[in-house]
């Protein structure tokens, strides 16, 4: 029971970091806002864990955890938080979960990356398919228009994304991954900061301008996304199969999408569906080949 517990955790409350992502950023500068969400998050994860008795971390873990931290947060979710302020938050969760695509590619332009099945390429092109379906310039003017450099950066976003994730595979992190992740957390929330800084965010910055509506999605992101969402990731890593852990990947786009419908009125058209269906099938499919590939070894 506990493991599906914490599995739905991750299935809803990932998926819904999107939509609090848009409401926080309609009234608060995008890096600022980030950088403030994981400095909290990361300061409260690394704090209790050093209570409970983690070791301290050494320079080398501090090292591997700051180039993760600003590949994942800085470029990652920096991207992701600076394009909702154009583009919808389910149609931002798609593109986004291309991630694994480019993974994928990364992978195999190494020398020493893992080599992969055709189902795996299969997979690969369909993604890129849903991708040219949802952002095609030949659009109509009867068709929902996405905003192209929105769109455009978060791709870099999930290439960023997957870049930090295929260095976090073998970097030098501490044994407890909870400590690991507020050191994840501290230093991309940082680099953030500095990024908002840089770009003149505090001239931006207003506290009587900011929307009920943003306080609560930067309390949503701290408390569910952050906290709860990462806390249930991780120890489901530790507690649960890898296959059932990986199908986060393609039901968060699912979620995302349909909550930002639900709630914030979001267009829902055939083209959105057809680049829907093509991309969480594209993951799925990778992730299931990946499964079986090792399997099979």
């Not at 990932?14 to 969400?37: D, N």
């Not at 070791?55 to 591997?64: V, Y």
């Not at 920096?78 to 593109?95: K, R």
């Amino acid at each position: 029971m506990g493991i599906w517990i914490a599995i739905l955790s991750v299935y809803i409350v990932w998926g819904s970091t999107y939509l609090a992502i848009r409401f926080a950023v309609q009234t608060m500068p995008p890096f600022l806002m980030a950088g403030i969400r994981f400095l909290i998050s990361g300061s409260l994860l690394y704090f209790v864990r050093r209570v409970l008795g983690d070791p301290p971390p050494t320079r080398r873990e501090w090292r591997s955890a700051s180039i993760i931290g600003i590949f994942l947060l800085v470029g990652g979710n920096g991207g992701v938080v600076w394009a909702e302020q154009w583009v919808v938050s389910g149609i931002a969760a798609l593109l986004v979960a291309t991630a694994p695509l480019w993974m994928i590619l990364i992978d195999t332009l190494h020398p020493h990356g893992l080599k992969y099945n055709h189902w795996v390429f299969l997979g690969v092109l369909l993604g890129f398919a849903g991708i040219f379906i949802l952002i095609h310039p030949f659009q109509s003017r009867h068709q929902v228009d996405i905003h192209m450099i929105g769109a455009v950066v978060l791709i870099f976003a999930s290439l960023f994304w997957s870049i930090g994730s295929l260095y976090s595979r073998h970097a030098k992190l501490p044994s407890s991954p909870l400590l690991g992740t507020g050191m994840e957390m501290l230093t991309g929330g940082g680099g953030l900061l500095l990024l908002g800084i840089l770009t003149g965010e505090l001239n931006q910055l207003s506290l009587t301008s900011i929307s009920k509506e943003s306080w609560l999605g930067l309390v949503y992101l701290i408390v569910f996304g952050s906290l709860i969402g990462f806390t249930a990731y991780t120890w489901l890593l530790r507690n649960a199969s890898t296959p059932l852990v990986s199908t986060y990947a393609y039901v968060n786009p699912i979620v995302a999408v349909f909550l930002g419908y639900l709630i914030a009125e979001e267009p829902l058209t055939f083209r959105i569906l057809t680049a829907t269906v093509l991309v969480v099938g594209s993951v799925a499919l990778i992730t299931i080949a990946q499964h079986r590939h090792l399997r099979s070894k």
